[in-house]
């Protein structure tokens, strides 16, 4: 009779609200050991109530932009569970302003956690990955990762850094039986757009009207986006479980559209300047 397969041990970041939350509920319902990070592992237990079975839970408090915190987290996940399948970088937040509107300090919080943070998870996991020759590594992005629009500058500059670091990521893994992946949802109906997932600037340009009437649109739009978290988390488990497959995971059909608009206009853009590029280059001998 052939042995019973070790349930898989997830390690997720940003795991006390919205998609991360959800993600740790559908895992331990499928069996999964899940190693959760979140600022508040206190937040993370009672948001998961008392009818969720924790017995497979490792709830930790980890700030990610501590090096060692975040080793010692990946280190205490293979204690208690004796392996690391898949890592899902999720932690991250919002930001609505104007580029003049940022300051010194909301740029360095932002690039902290989308892209130090995940630097720090990557670097003690992949180690582990790479000696057992197996793992998955998914890291959630977002459609404005790969297209940008006025007011969300600094949050896009995030996406777009950790888009880069994910595509040489997954060219430098491939050889270890380690897969990559970019999530990229639209809007969902999470917390996101609400004060505990959203940050605003300290102050204001009277120069940027379009950026406040965007900013206004988007709090109205609380609780009536498109896209449902129950099924993004789903899709993200199922894509998991399925070896090869595209780098890139669209989530909702608005991202979809965001992202096809892109592609063409850059495709426009590549065939304006067919002629002109090469008018750089050295003379051919």
């Not at 990070?37 to 206190?42: G, H, K, Q």
């Not at 399948?85 to 932690?91: C, E, H, L, T, Y």
């Not at 509107?101 to 670097?123: C, F, H, K, P």
């Not at 649109?217 to 129950?230: A, C, I, N, R, T």
């Amino acid at each position: 009779m052939p042995a019973t397969p070790a349930p898989a041990t997830w390690f997720v970041t940003g795991t006390s609200r919205g998609m991360g939350l959800e993600l740790v509920r559908q895992l331990l319902a499928d069996g999964c050991n899940v190693a959760a990070t979140t600022r508040s592992a206190e937040r993370l237990t009672a948001a998961l109530g008392s009818t969720t079975d924790t017995g497979r839970l490792l709830a930790l408090t980890v700030n990610l932009t501590d090096e060692a915190q975040v080793k010692d987290a990946v280190e205490q996940t293979v204690e208690r569970f004796g392996a690391l399948d898949v890592v899902v970088n999720n932690a991250g937040y919002g930001y609505l302003a104007a580029v003049e509107e940022t300051s010194a300090q909301d740029v360095r919080d932002m690039l902290d956690i989308q892209v130090v943070g995940v630097w720090n998870v990557l670097r003690a996991a992949l180690p582990l990955m790479r000696e057992q020759r197996s793992g998955r590594i998914i890291n959630v992005s977002s459609v404005l990762g790969l297209t940008a629009v006025p007011g969300w500058a600094l949050y896009c500059a995030g996406k777009f850094a950790l888009e880069g670091l994910s595509e040489a990521l997954a060219a430098e893994v491939a050889e270890f039986g380690i897969e990559v992946t970019i999530v990229e949802p639209g809007y969902f109906r999470t917390s996101f757009l609400t004060s505990h997932s959203l940050a605003l600037p300290t102050e204001t340009s009277e120069h940027y009207p379009a950026v406040r009437a965007m900013v206004d649109d988007h709090l109205k739009l609380q609780g009536h986006q498109l896209g449902d978290p129950v099924k993004a988390a789903a899709a993200i488990i199922e894509r998991s479980r399925t070896e090869g497959g595209p780098l890139r995971q669209l989530l909702g059909s608005d991202a979809h559209t965001y992202a096809t608009a892109k592609a063409e206009a850059l495709r426009a853009n590549l065939d304006a300047t067919a002629d002109s590029a090469p008018l750089t280059n050295f003379p051919q001998l």
